[in-house]
């Protein structure tokens, strides 16, 4: 607590947090004394964190200590002024008697700030602070990153509206490789280029993902390699290459079979030798080339042709080979040595391409994604770091920043990279009298694959003005504290991290933790338990043992659970000694394959296990089964309903689906197909998530049946949940399908509302992985996997990744590296700093434990990267064997009787752990209240789907070409047919096709556009928004375009009232698919019906079929599009109905007819009445209804003439109308929300 009082709240301030020592606490109490002490508001101090649950869980804390502290000043201001600070003090012995450190921190703080401010203003400020804690200035990097931007738009020189913001930018550089790609496949001067790309990558997408990894830092190649290929050497070598290929052909067609049968028969009679040319070695390398050869192309194992040249024939000679070697021997020969020689070339080449590459990409990538309003969460700190060292505005930029945010608190700075802590500094340096105070822990920094810089943070400890720890443990008991000492220690303790500016730091226990809290067998529980292998006949590989520990360890943990059932394994839980139970038990893993095993081997065992891992449920086998279900229900296509079928979640097998196609058995498939069509109507009447629920209705019982099923229903459980949300955002089913698959191809682990949730918060044993741990305790920690070391990196392309003078360089290998000095010294670097985040993992791992933890070692694999426990009790090499490893253990264990045991790895037993006794579940709690069932969240399509009755001869009908045809016919001047109209398509697909065009088509784009085809920018969407619909067969694509552009060029050139027309308007004058809410409040529908028909809507309807009862809740729908004209404010909504084959059937008393038909006109009322309502609320007196909104336009394309004489229905319903409407419908208060 010290520190949280005594550090000075100016300058730059480093506080080392080691594991468990109250960091959230200290970061919690210097915020209050900011506020109190340095007179603060709530948005003038900046805190940020590395996680949106760490804010919100910060913010929680927060709110929870200011709160206190404002009771506390509270009660003192009423024991009066002059004996508030005497009142306090007391208040802070008594906290101190009962060990409330919290009471005593707060009461200490007030008191302070009582020198400068007398108790009346302390206590409201604190109070109001307390109670506005959601202003306060609480982000994630990105999220401070994105608000800076917007708010202070003008001193960073961003745009105003930044645009959306996405996960990730691997489509748009999918995009960008596909370009590369086609461009080197299309330029016959870069054919050799495209040689290479095809060799080393073999498509756009796996380029795409070989660049990934190489855009955020400087990329070095090596300095030969530029040189070593000019700009003619390469082509040059691949003639070359060609030229000896066509000799080698040349000489097989007639010395090849001999040349065969010749080496056959030498190998045979012994005259080659045996030691190269065995028989069976003979036989297998002329069945590999032969067969190729004879149809003019190399064998795929190069190397088994050059056992046929002269050299290596000459080599292996015993004796004369009579008519070898041969014109065909010396081809084999010529060919290796040109096919060496390009291939040395490309290898060259290879990283000044991949450069190249890079280069481009990130060029395209910025460029595309200003052009397309769209940003990543790295472009919000890339953008702002740029602004804020940017010669001309950063210094302005920084001092805006420092004014507004004087006190500074980055947590989890060890997390942090060079940019962010560039943000930072410059803020801070912009004005004298700001405190940066920087928390965090550099032997926890383990986020190095996200971007996490440790030389930042090594850095920023260089130029602090002060450096401090927290050095007292509130987590681990004293032993379990004496045994990380231990495990850090036992080898060169100043090099326990590998560099020698991180140092292990022994801190003393002081939280509640007491070292018999867990007892087995009858005695306090050893806190660090190492297992070595068994005494085995041979040494196990790297796999073998993999599975041996996992079996091991779950034979430990059922043992301890046997013994908690017998009473002796207990823990200490608020004063009381209860058994062990799985949920006190952890096993922590490096990756997610180590996870299941362990999942999997204590299910073998009887011990339920939940998982928590960092992965992103789009990543995992639901998602594409979610993906396909979806495609199969809105594709009506039998192959896709088929697949739809056979994913789990509709879960038939192989048998059951060779029955459908069974000819003597049609009902089967007719029946597969009522189920479809349910669950198709379902989807499209009530939405994703009640189809989710209709389908795990019918088969959770089965999914929880099989292996993982709790994981599997859980992660069905929740993409439905971020489905349903998606869908609110998204026109059609079409486009949620679309959205599932990029979210499936941008899975991205670091968005938390993508991780994987907790499959069960059941008495289970916990599995995590070491990185998602980060941050948590657990009673008892696994550690099973210690002694595997990790499998070298294979990644490609094979990068370098290492820092120099604190700046993170990578470098691409080529073949020129391997002998270089620079090479070689980059190299050892790079391991270096590879074995220092592993013993970092390690020390996250290790301190997660409160009590005791199990760890394995023992000499395992050979060659591989040395392990965490390598460098901390061998020095940085793995042990060669097994006496070397046992060695270590007896050093370890010598060193530290009292907290260390030694042991074999438990044998695993094939008795399953009995499950346990559950009390009976009591009786379920009957539900005797009335629940309001006329709330409901309406929309018009539920509203039109009601009762009607007919005032003509008319028969009603759904056949929107029934309307306009027979009215049309009556008009002696529109007899024409118009070809067009009658050729374009029909249905709900091609409409919602149409509709997702207009949505996201650039407007200006087709600005006068008369030509059959769409502009060049356009055609490559639209082409893949109809074939995603699947509404014309392939030889008919081109036709079904050009009437979709000739229809969108029609829609966005129309003369539109006031003079408007779409292409014109600039992009911040309208608004595509307007989303809106607004309440509705109990109003009778009778009143609803009376109203509109008193106005001359409406005359056809008699009710409401749908609406229960009463009209109460939401009414929602989506604008088509919303815009503003010379001051007035329009509606648009575009209809693809087929009204007849003419022109005629278009306009005039035809066109009102359909509109009143389709009750469009009651549509058009909703859509008013909530841009009414909203526009009110945003401009207040503002907005006046007959001055500035225009009407309601409504397109029907499929008519239109450019000039609005056809396919426009306009009306401007009466003002008195719409006020009626908003006090009928509205509760008071209550307003649109878009």
């Known amino acids: 607590m010290s520190l949280a009082l005594d550090l000075p709240l100016a300058g730059t301030q480093l506080i080392e947090a080691s594991a468990g020592t109250g960091k959230t606490w200290t970061i919690a109490g210097l915020y209050l004394r900011a506020l109190i002490e340095r007179r603060l508001e709530l948005r003038e101090i900046l805190v940020v964190t590395f996680t949106r649950a760490a804010t919100d869980e910060l913010k929680e804390r927060l709110r929870r200590r200011l709160a206190q502290a404002a009771d506390l000043a509270e009660v003192a201001l009423r024991a009066g002024p002059a004996a508030a600070a005497a009142h306090l003090r007391d208040v802070r012995e008594q906290a101190l008697a009962r060990a409330d450190t919290e009471t005593e921190f707060a009461a200490h703080a007030i008191v302070r700030g009582l020198a400068e401010e007398g108790i009346e203003r302390l206590a409201r400020r604190l109070r109001l602070a307390a109670v506005g804690m959601d202003e306060a200035a609480i982000h994630t990097i990105h999220g401070y990153c994105q608000r800076v931007l917007r708010e202070q738009a003008f001193a960073s020189g961003e745009a105003l509206d930044a645009g959306e913001l996405i996960g990730s930018d691997r489509d748009l550089l999918e995009q960008i490789a596909a370009d590369f790609w086609r461009l080197n496949a299309s330029e016959p001067t870069r054919a050799a280029d495209f040689a290479i790309l095809v060799e080393r990558v073999g498509s756009a997408a796996q380029l795409a993902r070989s660049l990934a990894p190489l855009l955020d830092a400087d990329l070095l190649v090596h300095p030969r390699a530029p040189l070593a290929v000019d700009a003619d050497q390469l082509p040059a070598a691949a003639r070359a290459e060609e030229a000896a290929r066509a000799r080698l052909f040349a000489a097989w067609r007639e010395f090849g079979e001999g040349t065969l049968d010749g080496v056959r028969a030498h190998t045979q009679a012994k005259r080659l030798d045996g030691r190269s040319y065995r028989n069976d070695w003979v036989a297998a390398r002329i069945e590999t080339c032969a067969a190729p050869l004879h149809v003019g192309e190399l064998p795929e194992d190069r190397g088994a042709l050059a056992w046929f040249g002269t050299r290596k024939l000459g080599a292996a000679a015993k004796a004369a080979l009579g008519d070898l070697p041969n014109a065909f021997t010396d081809a084999v020969d010529a060919w290796s040595d040109a096919a060496a020689a390009l291939a040395a070339a490309r290898a060259l080449r290879w990283p000044v391409l991949l450069a190249e590459a890079r280069t481009h990409a990130r060029e395209q990538l910025d460029l595309r994604k200003r052009r397309a309003a769209r940003q990543s969460y790295d472009d919000l700190i890339q953008r702002l770091h740029a602004a804020i060292v940017d010669p001309q505005q950063g210094g302005r930029l920084a001092a805006a920043l420092h004014d507004r945010h004087p006190v500074v608190l980055v947590d989890e700075f060890q997390d942090t990279d060079a940019r962010q802590f560039e943000i930072f500094r410059r803020q801070h340096a912009a004005r004298p009298g700001g405190a940066l105070i920087l928390v965090g822990d550099p032997k926890q920094a383990i986020y190095r694959f996200r971007g996490g810089d440790i030389e930042a943070y090594l850095r920023a400890a260089a130029d602090a003005a002060e450096r401090h720890a927290l050095m007292r443990n509130y987590r681990s008991s004293p032993a379990m504290l004496d045994a990380v000492a231990a495990a850090f220690s036992q080898g060169d303790a100043e090099n326990a991290f590998v560099d020698a500016r991180i140092r292990f730091q022994p801190v003393e226990a002081g939280g509640r933790a007491r070292d018999d809290d867990v007892r087995v067998d009858g005695a306090p529980i050893v806190p660090l338990t190492v297992w070595h292998l068994p005494d085995l006949d041979a040494r196990p590989n790297k796999e073998d043992a993999r599975a041996l520990l996992a079996a091991g360890c779950a034979e430990a943990i059922v043992q301890l659970l046997r013994k908690a059932r017998a009473g002796e394994a207990t823990v200490l839980q608020h004063g009381e000694r209860v058994p062990l139970t799985p949920r006190h038990l952890a096993v922590l893993v490096a990756e997610n394959k180590e996870a299941l095993l362990m999942q999997d081997a204590l299910a073998a065992r009887g011990v339920a296990s939940a998982t928590i891992r960092q992965d992103s449920v789009f990543a995992g086998e639901e998602a594409r089964d979610v993906l396909v279900l979806l495609r199969g229900l809105e594709s009506h296509d039998e192959a896709g309903l088929r697949a739809a079928l056979a994913t789990r979640l509709l879960g038939r097998d192989a048998q059951a689906l060779a029955a459908l196609a069974d000819p003597a058995r049609p009902e089967l498939w007719q029946r597969e197909l009522r189920t479809l069509d349910t669950l198709r109507r379902l989807w499209h009447e009530r939405g994703v998530l009640a189809l989710f629920e209709r389908v795990l209705e019918m088969r959770a019982a089965a999914i929880l049946d099989g292996r993982g099923g709790e994981r599997r229903l859980t992660n069905y459980l929740q993409l439905a949940e971020l489905l349903q949300t998606a869908s609110a955002h998204r026109f059609g089913h079409a486009d949620l399908i679309d959205w599932l698959r990029r979210r499936i191809e941008e899975a991205d682990e670091r968005n938390e509302e993508e991780q994987l949730r907790l499959e069960s918060d059941a008495d289970r044993v916990q599995i995590a992985t070491i990185h998602v741990s980060k941050g948590l305790e657990y009673d008892l920690v696994f550690l099973p996997f210690t002694a595997l070391a990790p499998a070298r990196p294979n990644r490609y392309p094979r990068l370098l990744e290492w820092h120099a003078d604190g700046a993170r360089q990578r470098w691409l290998r080529t073949q020129a590296d391997v002998d270089d000095a620079d090479f070689a010294a ?110 409901w969240i309406a929309s018009f399509s539920q509203l039109r789907d009601g009762e009607r009755v007919e005032l003509d001869d008319r028969a009603g009908s759904d056949d929107e070409a029934s309307v306009g045809s027979k009215l049309a016919e009556s008009d002696d001047d529109a007899s024409t047919p118009d070809a067009g109209i009658a050729d374009w398509p029909r249905g709900e697909r091609f409409g919602t096709a149409v509709h997702e065009i207009l949505e996201r088509t650039d ?120 815009y503003r004209h010379d001051g007035r404010w329009w509606i648009v909504d575009y209809k693809t109905n087929w009204l007849g084959p003419r022109r005629a059937d278009y306009q005039g008393e035809a066109l009102a007819a359909a509109v009143r038909e389709h009750d469009y006109d009651l549509q058009y009322l909703i859509y008013t009445l ?65």
Request: include cysteine; charged fraction near 25%.
């Open 1003 to 1122: 407007f200006a784009a087709w600005r006068d556009h008369a030509d059959a085809l769409a502009p060049a920018s356009e055609r490559e969407a639209i082409r893949a928004r109809l074939r995603r619909h699947a509404l014309a067969p392939p030889e008919r694509e081109q036709e079904l375009q050009r009437v979709v552009a000739r229809m969108i060029g029609a829609t966005l050139n129309v003369r539109l009232p006031a003079g408007a027309v779409l292409a014109d308007l600039p992009a911040n004058a309208r608004r595509a698919e307007l989303p809106f809410h607004f309440a509705i409040g109990g109003a009778l529908p009778e009143r609803l019906i009376a109203l509109l028909r008193e106005y001359g809507y409406q005359q056809q309807r008699a009710g409401f079929a749908r609406v229960p009862g009463k009209l109460a809740g939401l009414m929602t729908g989506v604008v088509d599009l919303v």
């Open 1170 to 1234: 909530a841009l009414h309502r909203w526009l009110r609320a945003r401009l207040g007196a503002g907005f006046d209804y007959e001055r500035d909104f225009g009407g309601a336009v409504y397109l029907f394309l499929r008519g239109l003439a450019r000039d609005g004489s056809a396919g426009v229905h306009v009306d401007r319903p009466p003002r008195a109308l719409i006020d009626a409407l908003d006090v009928l419908l509205a509760p008071a208060g209550e307003h649109a929300r878009c």
């Open 826 to 935: 980059a190299k050892a670097q790079a391991e270096r700093e590879e074995l220092a985040e592993r013993v970092r993992v390690f020390y996250v791992a290790l301190t997660r434990a409160r009590y005791a933890c199990w760890l394995s070692w023992d000499a395992i694999g050979k060659g591989d990267a040395p392990a965490a426990l390598a460098q901390l009790w061998h020095g940085g090499a793995m042990p060669k064997d097994t006496g070397e490893a046992r060695a270590a253990l007896a050093r370890l264990q010598e060193g530290a009787p009292a907290v260390v045991r030694i042991d074999a790895l438990p044998a695993a037993e094939t008795d399953r752990l009995d499950a346990p006794a559950t009390a009976p579940l009591p009786p379920a709690r009957r539900f005797a209240t009335d629940i309001d069932t006329s709330w």
